[in-house]
């Protein structure tokens, strides 16, 4: 939706957004291989947790900007599902 309010910045965004994946994921792929060789795949896990937890926070605190579905709402939704 935020790209609908500015449509001009959107090819823009979405190039940022998968340029970090694109990096992130490399630095990830390089960093597993001795992460792994070294301390085992325990640490990996711990590791790839700190970053996932890091997401707790904002979630809980509700800066997803979604707004609360009321009942009548959330009740057509499933039913469309349920059909």
Known sequence: SKIQDAPQAGPDLLSYVWAGITIF????????????????????????????????????MGCLQE???SAEELSAIRQRYFE
């Open 25 to 60: 994921g490399l630095i990830a792929m390089l960093c597993s291989g001795p992460l792994l060789d070294s301390y085992g795949y325990r640490a990996a896990f711990a590791f790839a947790a700190v970053p996932a937890a890091m997401v707790v926070i904002p979630v809980a």
């Open 67 to 69: 707004r609360r579905l």
